[in-house]
């Protein structure tokens, strides 16, 4: 055990005079790497697993190894390494059976990092497509499963930064730029949490602006699908208090049906009845 700690200890020195490597046979290096990581000493275990490469590159151990480091790594807490390594051991062994959990471990690592609403969203997307590369590559694993109901996540946190940055425009009267955002919603995550409100604060924004019809419009698709929703109530409040007169344009066969091709809505999951 300590020989091959010490092996590895001395090749990440930077003085070359201190480097002396001792070379072990692979299986004795590959089972203090697995000691280490039981022992949850992550970042020895990552570098004893290097080591097993570095010492033999070309026997089955050093392809198990590879990705063992990629896992203790992530252990450890560090997604970059773990994307680098998960990355190359798919680049090297493609056709692997474990590069249904090599991408998945790279997806989550983007997915740990993700940031709360307040900040850039860059992680977020990038987590989102390789979930989604997880559950299009491999669809019938254990992994594409969690990927799912991580991509829902995902989903939701987006959607979230566009109705944070749309109700900022929203109170600062720039109605055109909050009606970009919550239309983004609209149309790119419309299974989300978010779309009663958004649709809420399209009414609201249209209604600002003067433009009517398109509040009408945005009343009309909350009520169809969320008919229960407080959002609903407060647009349809919001309407008659401005003295539209909702309920006799809502009586028109044709309003509904104008008002879905209008924002394009294809959700009905969540209407009652």
Sequence with gaps: MMLGATAIIAACSSDPAEVAYVEQPVEELYNEALDMLEAEDYRAAALAFDEVERQHPYSIWATRAQLMAAFANYQQ?????????AERFLQLHPGSPDAPYAHYLAAVSFYDQIADVGRDQAMTEMA??????????????????DARLKIDLAREHLAGKEMEVGRFYLNRGQFVAAINRFR?????????????????????????LGVTEEAQAAAAVLGYNFPGSEWYAFSYRLLTSAGV???AAAEDPGFLERALDLF???????REG
């Design 77 to 85: 807490g560090d997604f970059d390494d773990t994307i680098l390594a």
């Design 128 to 145: 989102l497509y390789n979930l989604e590369q997880v559950v299009l590559r491999y669809p019938e694993t254990e992994y594409a499963k």
């Design 184 to 208: 983004t919603v609209i149309d790119d995550f419309q299974t989300t949490s978010h779309v009663p409100e958004a649709l809420h604060r399209l009414t609201e924004s249209y209604l600002s």
């Design 245 to 247: 007169d909702f309920d």
């Design 264 to 270: 394009n809505f294809n959700f009905f999951g969540q």
